[in-house]
């Protein structure tokens, strides 16, 4: 791929979808009884798992399967994959070789092992005997195989570097700092096949309970026509502004990557229609598929899905899911608009022509999409008050109405979409381009709105599971992809409605089949990434990852989160969103929790997830493995590599955004009320833009050097006022330890206070120290309080000695990496108390005055250079 677009030749439309077809969903696709068979299982898979997710998955389906739906989840895609993908590129493509069938039989057998053989496992308590072993030893092989066919050489390769150091890690040859006892095959195998601890384990049970349905969500959306539909609604509303594809395939690939879950697929999908459009308005090739490479891997981090991210972070955070969505809204979002901003600022420098001939001020446009986005919001909100009024009329028959409710409003929003013509794609390489008009074509598809309003709405306002929520989704979508041929045939005159009703049956199995091979991919990454989790629990090799970091960066924070976020980008290369997810955070968020403490930075944990995300993300843009911008390239006709790099310097607000967030949480609106969250998210998105300015080298007009660091300055100032006002004014007192006692008898009740607790380290009796915060309990007295919060310290020698704490008191699991009971004592050596500070949002007004500075002494260039600001 990279020889043929470093010859600036772009790849052609069925090309495309070969390499689509490659990495996503299986290149191979043989005709006649064999390929009926695959397309048969892969309906039958998607049928399974909407009935596993159904509420009456208890009445239909047998206790067994349900209980051990993550081996039949695998087999399937096991089965799938030796079928659907070739073992190399000259392996035949129309036909299944003889050893793939073998495989694909051997590996789906093994895979429901513990379905077949749940008694036997049961009796031995999960250890493998002679016999399973050998069955899990063949398991992982066929595991890394069909992984290496579906997801390219690298998760192999991890994955079984990982299994060798669980075989070989007590080796001399393995350096000293990572070498730990090592496990028999029997042990090893017991772990990572026989229990849920390995292949078996959270990461797989997500990927068949949330992450299949929301990924089918996708594909029939996607083939009922919403994907085209989104992206002509965004080039009717931003086509025509300067710079105007490149805007609105920002905007679409957003949209369409809230559907999608795959960086690549979305360049693809979209970008055969913006990137030709953009180079036409006088992007090169380079800088064209770079915005669509930005733009599609920064749908990975937009809730409600995330690359499937969401529901891993739900089950290895331990919060609800929409707290997950709540927490990465905001960084998501203002990311999105630096970007639309970016383009913007390359287009004004470039002074680009515009497409079509239609003249709509930006100030409208802007004002349109904001007044859609809310009232969508609202309209998913406030739908909660009919259906409380309808559950208290008939609380019997609430379901049965609601659903006759639905109905009458897709009827009726058909019927709307049946008096204009159907959205066909447009040719981008057209002589003459007429940019689709919003008030003509929004009509066509707002029914498409209605699944991703129960969706919503059983996420966020009923709070109901990912998966339940997504069924009820996915099942309108069912009656959608059946009904709206026929329907739209019926209100257009009622002509060839048999017809309709055949294309819209072949729309669903399709769709059913194309939400299963999707899945093959993602299903092999969470099982394959579970050996790497399986590792880390077995060999504790979390902590010496900890060590290693600690010990490059020299103890200094800035430091060590620059090497967890180069470790993470590494980590990520090659892999899928979703497995890429897996090994980042397995690895690196317990090492940022533990090092932080030891800075003394309390770090929440979601917020150390959501930064190994975003760094493990950004592999997708960085060469030389960055998957999505190979795949832009290969549309665009660009080099590869330059693409790479032109879309990470498009991307620097999504790698600054991780160390904002870290140092200031208000950014993923955490203990944030709805006043003060407003206000953060209009001087977050003032602070990016800012920031977007400042690194691209353009304001109003041309920065200046001095002018470009004044920029980036204020956007730091914006984002993170506390460090300014932190040394104004210190927020905490220092106290003596001693006084510990007194101070929670001072203290309200909710405040915090900061403890330092130092001593040997329980392993390497090294000397180690970490922060501790202490919410202050409510009850009488500060006695009282210190026994509420579990610690036992005691006075002796004039220096404050602590006792282990009780199991299962607060600190108890943070504090058992220390050495009670050597030599050396633990001790509380530092104790912090708040102290009242003046509001941080001060620092705001001296910010946004040099901002107005910077912007009148370059408004003033402008006019005098005669530059359009």
């Known amino acids: 791929m990279s020889q043929t677009t470093a010859k600036g030749r772009a790849l052609s439309e069925e090309e495309l979808q070969d390499l689509v077809a490659a990495s996503d969903s299986g290149a191979r696709n043989p005709a006649g009884p064999v390929g009926l068979f695959l397309a048969a299982v892969a ?99 066929l595991l890394f195989e069909a992984a290496r066919r579906a997801l390219g050489p690298a998760m192999a390769i991890i994955a079984t570097v990982f299994l060798m150091y669980v075989f070989f890690g007590s080796s001399s040859w393995v350096p000293e700092v990572i070498r730990w006892k090592g496990a028999s095959l029997q042990k090893a195998m017991s772990h990572m096949w026989i ?4 292949v078996f ?37 931003l086509g025509h502004l300067r710079g105007g594809p490149a805007k609105a395939a920002v905007v679409g690939s957003a949209a369409t990557g809230l559907i999608s879950g795959s960086s690549i697929a979305n360049v693809v999908t979209t970008g055969t229609f913006t990137i030709p459009l953009m180079k036409r308005v006088g992007f090169t090739s380079e800088q064209a598929g770079s915005v669509e490479v930005a733009s599609s891997v920064n749908g990975q981090i937009m809730p409600p899905v995330m690359g499937a991210a969401a529901f891993l972070m739900v089950e290895y955070v331990g919060i609800s899911y929409v707290e ?21 600022l390359e287009a004004v420098k470039r002074n680009m022509p515009t497409l079509g001939d239609r003249v709509v001020s930006l100030g409208r446009t802007i004002g349109g999409m904001f007044a859609f986005f809310a009232g969508f919001a609202a309209l998913c909100y406030f739908v909660q008050y009919p259906v409380g009024w309808v559950a208290a009329a008939v609380p019997e028959g609430a379901g049965w109405v609601l659903a006759a409710l639905i109905f009458v409003a897709y009827v009726a929003l058909l019927a709307l979409a049946a008096t204009v013509p159907d959205l066909e794609p447009d040719d981008p390489n057209a ?27 059983f996420l966020m306002i009923e709070q109901k599971s990912p998966g339940l929520s997504a069924f009820w989704a996915t099942a309108l979508l069912f009656a959608i992809l059946l009904t709206q041929r026929p329907l739209k045939a019926l209100f257009r005159g009622g002509r060839a409605m048999v017809p309709a009703f055949r294309a819209g049956v072949v729309d669903l199995v399709e769709g059913l089949i194309a939400g299963a091979r999707n899945m093959i991919g993602i299903g092999l990454a969470t099982a394959t990434a579970g050996v790497i989790v399986g590792t880390v629990t077995l060999t504790g090799i979390g902590q010496v990852m900890a060590d290693l970091v600690e010990f490059v960066s020299g103890g200094n924070l800035i430091l060590m989160l620059v090497f967890v976020g180069i470790l993470s980008l590494i980590l990520g290369m090659g892999l899928p969103t979703t497995a890429n997810y897996i090994v980042v955070s397995s690895l690196m968020a317990g090492v940022v929790v533990e090092l932080g403490a030891q800075s003394g930075l309390i770090v929440p944990l979601i917020a150390v997830h959501l930064f190994v995300f975003y760094f493990g993300i950004m592999a997708d843009v960085t060469p030389p493995v960055g998957l999505a911008s190979f795949a832009a390239a290969a549309v665009s006709g660009g080099d590869a590599i330059r693409t790479g790099f032109t879309a990470f310097f498009y991307s620097l607000r999504t790698v600054a955004l991780p160390f904002v967030f870290i140092f200031n949480t208000d950014l993923l609106l955490i203990d944030v009320g709805w006043l003060q969250g407003i206000l953060v998210f209009v001087v977050a998105t003032i ?3 800012v920031f977007t300015a400042g690194t691209m080298g353009w304001f109003l007009t041309k920065n200046r050097l001095y002018e470009s660091v004044a920029l980036i300055l204020i956007a730091f100032a914006l984002f993170r006022p506390d460090y300014f006002m932190n040394k104004l ?19 309200n009740p909710g405040d915090t206070i900061r403890v330092r607790v130092a001593g040997p380290d329980f392993d390497t009796l090294e000397p180690k120290e970490t922060s501790l915060v202490i919410s202050v309990p409510d009850a009488e007295g500060g006695a009282a309080r210190l026994q509420a919060t579990g610690l036992l310290p005691y006075e002796e020698d004039g220096v404050v000695k602590l006792e282990e704490p009780m199991f299962g008191t607060p600190f108890a699991d943070t504090l058992q990496g220390f050495d009670f009971y050597g030599d050396d004592p ?44």
């Not at 047998?62 to 695998?74: A, E, F, K, T, V």
């Not at 002589?431 to 709405?457: C, N, W």
């Not at 001693?738 to 203290?747: I, P, S, V």
């Not at 509001?839 to 007004?845: A, T």
Request: no cysteine.
């Open 201 to 237: 384990g959270i990461a797989l049970g997500v990927s068949t309970k949330f992450v299949f349905l929301f990924v089918l969500f996708g594909a029939l959306l996607e083939k009922a026509g919403a994907g085209n539909y989104f992206i002509k609604m965004a080039f009717g509303a």
């Open 43 to 141: 309906v039958i898979w998607s049928v399974f798992q909407v009935l596993l997710a159904s509420p009456i998955a208890n009445y239909v389906l047998p206790g067994d399967l349900i209980n051990n739906s993550r081996q039949i989840h695998l087999a399937f895609a096991i089965f799938l994959a030796f079928a659907a993908y070739p073992a190399f590129r000259s392996s035949p493509r129309r036909r299944i070789p003889i050893q793939d069938w073998v495989y694909a039989i051997v590996g789906a057998f093994i895979a429901m092992y513990g379905y077949f053989f749940y008694e036997k496992i049961v009796q031995s308590g999960g250890l493998a005997d002679n016999v399973d072993k050998w069955f899990a030893l063949a398991g992982l092989i």
């Open 729 to 747: 004014q210190p927020p905490f007192a220092d106290l003596p330890p001693a006084q510990l006692e007194q101070a929670l008898a001072q203290a």
């Open 324 to 344: 997950v969505i709540t927490h990465a809204f905001l960084p998501a979002v203002i990311s999105y608009i630096a970007l639309v901003y970016i383009v913007h």
């Open 195 to 198: 229990t849920s601890e390995g």
């Open 431 to 457: 002589p003459d381009v007429r940019l689709p008009v919003v008030g003509e074509i929004y009509k066509s598809g707002l029914y498409f709105l209605l699944p991703i309003i129960v969706l919503v709405y």
């Open 826 to 869: 633990v001790t509380l050596s530092a104790l912090r108390v708040p102290r009242p500070q003046l509001p941080q949002e001060l620092v705001f007004l001296p910010a946004l005055l040099l901002l107005g500075a910077v912007a009148w002494l370059q408004l003033g260039r402008a006019q005098r250079q005669k530059v359009p600001a």
């Open 687 to 689: 602070a990016i833009l």
